[in-house]
Nanobody, 125 residues
Framework: QVRLVESGGGLVQAGGSLRLSCTAS????????VGWFRQAPGKERDYVAH??????DYSDSVKGRFTISRDNAKNMAYLQMSSLKPEDTAVYSC????????????????????WGQGTQVTVSS
């Protein structure tokens, strides 16, 4: 059974930092692309970033502020978030996808097979 579990969310002031973690089990983690998405109340789920081997990509809204990384030996992925803004407030979820698609496909939630339950990030102004 595949499980993805996020942790590290919380309440932070604008300008602050948080590091989210995604712990995977039940799959050969190194074989999968890992993505981070977020969903604010009343809004659609948005792409944040993904990592495939050493290739990284980010949405324009977080580029330069967020950093995605992974540790395959630990079956974990991370999202380091800095210079946080109130508009970053959302539930953040990690997801895993097979590495067969073009990079642009990983900005779409439909490309991912497995999802975590999400962790709340709230940024106060």
């Amino acid at each position: 059974q595949v499980r993805l579990v996020e942790s590290g969310g919380g309440l932070v002031q604008a300008g602050g930092s948080l590091r989210l973690s995604c712990t995977a089990s039940g799959l050969t983690f190194s074989n999968y692309v890992v993505g981070w998405f977020r969903q604010a109340p009343g809004k659609e789920r948005d792409y944040v970033a993904h990592i495939r081997w050493n290739n990284l990509d980010y949405s324009d809204s977080v580029k330069g502020r967020f950093t995605i990384s992974r540790d395959n030996a630990k079956n974990m992925a991370y999202l380091q978030m800095s210079s946080l803004k109130p508009e970053d407030t959302a539930v953040y979820s990690c997801a895993a996808a097979p590495p067969f698609y073009r990079s642009i496909a990983y900005a779409r939630a439909a490309s991912y097979n497995y999802w975590g339950q999400g962790t709340q990030v709230t940024v106060s102004s």
